[in-house]
């Protein structure tokens, strides 16, 4: 597997990681998109959710174990 540039946040956790590999795999495999295209969907995806998850206590992260 070839390393993907860093995700256009600050520092990523490896929840956070995990979220945008998933997205990223489910949009290559059922969503049949070119891979680099696919990780530029996921990098937006991963930053609309962090940006609507932002001061929130109950958001995603408290629901995956790191």
Do not use: C, H, Y
Request: aromatic share 4%; hydrophobic share 40%.
């Amino acid at each position: 597997m070839k390393p993907r540039p860093p995700m256009d946040l600050p520092a990523t956790s490896e929840a956070e990681d995990a979220l945008f590999e998933e997205r990223a795999a489910i949009r290559e495999f059922l969503g049949a998109m070119p891979r680099a295209e696919a990780e530029a969907a996921a990098r937006e995806d991963v930053q609309r959710i962090l940006a609507a998850e932002r001061g929130t206590e109950s958001g995603w992260r408290t629901r995956i174990k790191p």
